[in-house]
């Protein structure tokens, strides 16, 4: 049987900002972070991950408001029931919240947690919540709306209270604690700008009332995010430039220069795949950006010196790049250190 999307914002509305963190907590906060590749936007529900394979998916509904009564949270659950129910199989499903009334969770430090840490009269104000909700959407089969399957569901279900300010999402992509992280201003604009870019997402076509076969099916509508454009959009920020553009950044013209004609193409273009592969490889995250704050560092102390100076002066690792590529990279982050 098909999938039916429906309850998309069929407004179209702009991301808010407790969508955008939602999606950076999928990208960089779970221990199976990794494995999300797309980032799929308001199709089956506000956010939803998915592998490359397009075989494995992660349920996400947000709720920005700060103090969520417990009936509330059971109405906020129902997007979820509706993926629980149907023929598409889900590895998990989050309720990510603002916050939530004092009496709601047995230990409040605690904000990450399953149903085990809800107090037992919330359960059952939540279950009411989500009863009531569910009577209400036409998406829904009552017959499948019942005690038992509702208990099987929330045992399931995983609930996140967001406390980390917009800095601190966007931070957490540099796996680093150094120098080359800018202040909370630039790290809030550049969450801002993935906010943008998620809310363009919803503009692009109306899919409520498209019947889906296949997981794979779902990014051929181009609703979607990916890890390697999010992780792009950083780095482009963090070196002022555009990573992947085919201007030839100062720096790097004299090595440029002495390559033969016919190759300089080929070679920027290498030079760029390079440093595509080495940003992107999950195995080496850390070692990506203890690269990056290694020349930063160099320049940083040696204004003055060339890219092939500063090459010279880096430690041993230097991961999936060549030595090329990897002064292409020196050269792109001395020239946007530059501006």
Known sequence: M?????????LQKSANDAETKALLYLMSFREDSDEIHYFIIDFLNDVTGMNKKAN?????????AKESYPKEV???????????????????????????????????????????????????????????ECSKKKYIDDSKVDDNSIEEFLKKVYFVIESKDKSEYVRNIIKTNSNIIPNDEVLIGIFNEIKK????????????????????????????????????????????QEVMTANITPSFINIYNTFPEGEKGNMLEDCQLNLSAALFNVNYKKEFWELFEDIYNNVLMNPKDTVDQIYRKLDDTILEFDII??????ALIKDGMEK
């Open 197 to 240: 870019v998620q809310s363009s997402k919803k503009s692009l076509n109306v899919v409520e009332g498209i019947e889906l076969e296949e997981l794979d099916e779902i990014p051929n509508y181009g609703r979607h995010l990916t890890s390697t454009e999010i992780k792009m959009l950083v780095l482009n920020r963090l070196i002022n």
């Open 56 to 64: 494995k998916l992660w349920d996400l509904q947000s709720k920005g």
């Open 325 to 330: 590529a990897l002064k292409y990279f020196i």
């Open 74 to 132: 059971g109405r906020e659950l129902v997007t979820l029931y509706k993926n629980y129910i149907s023929d598409f199989e889900f590895s998990c499903y989050i309720l990510f919240l603002g916050g939530v009334s004092q009496s709601f969770r047995k230990d409040s430090s605690i904000n990450n947690f399953g149903i085990g840490n809800i107090s037992d009269e919330a359960i059952l104000r939540l279950k009411e919540g989500l009863k009531d």
């Open 2 to 10: 098909a999938y039916i999307v429906s309850s998309s914002e069929k």
